[in-house]
């Protein structure tokens, strides 16, 4: 999620010991089973910290909308949408095979090893319906 890496990006200049807080905050937000809640979760942590990281806010309200995309599912496909990111675990895989390799011989044989490693990757099925 995007979106998310940005509200991320801006919570970076908040020490550590209020990180743990704000973290707390926005859980809140985004583990409510209904919208509504969510909103009002979102309201009091823009009351919250707008004064003290009004960046961070202000990026968390220019994409409430989209952070809030997924409540339009069903509630049995909300946790893995919020919760699963494929991407970083991917990148992740692909690390740990080609760094014990070293070096490459060329381009294609990089290619190579990459695509094995992601046909080899087995993605946890959402169940729909």
Known sequence: MAK??????????????????VAAALKGIFGQSEVEAARTHLAAFKLRYERDYPEAVKCLGEDQIACLTYYQFPLEMQKHIRTSNAT????????????????????GSCMLIMYAVIKSVKFQRIPVG
């Open 88 to 107: 970083p675990g991917l990148f992740s895989t692909i690390r740990r095979r080609t760094n014990s390799m070293g070096v490459f011989q060329n381009e």
């Open 4 to 21: 998310g890496l940005l509200i991320v990006a801006r919570f970076s200049h908040i020490p550590l010991r209020k990180k743990r807080k």
